[in-house]
């Protein structure tokens, strides 16, 4: 079984980067104890599921178009009146629920 260039970067780079997440990870937890964090770096960290969520979330509500800038989509308006149910309830289940059903009628209003 011959592999061409094309392939053997390909699987050399998912081999790569599997390597280097298991050993970000298992260093962590390894070492953990041996090197503890600075006091700065623990506040920092309080931030990052923080930043993860909005990282995931804002190009989801905003889909950027080459050359446009952010365009209109009706994700925009369920992700809004979700804010608003959890602002008002902070009940998950619900925020899901306003979500989604704000999005399927808009979707279904427009067709």
Known sequence: ?????????????????????????????????????????????????????????VPELLPWREGLGPVFDYKLVAGIVGIIVFLRTRNTILVIVAGMATLWTLRWLAD
Do not use: H, K, Q, W
């Open 1 to 57: 079984m011959t592999f061409t260039e094309t392939e053997i970067y390909v699987y050399s780079a998912i081999l790569l980067l599997a390597l280097c997440s298991v050993l970000t990870r298992a260093g962590y937890m390894v070492f953990g104890d041996y090197l503890p964090l600075p006091d700065r770096v623990r506040n920092a960290l309080r931030y990052a599921p923080a930043g993860a969520l909005t990282a995931i979330l």
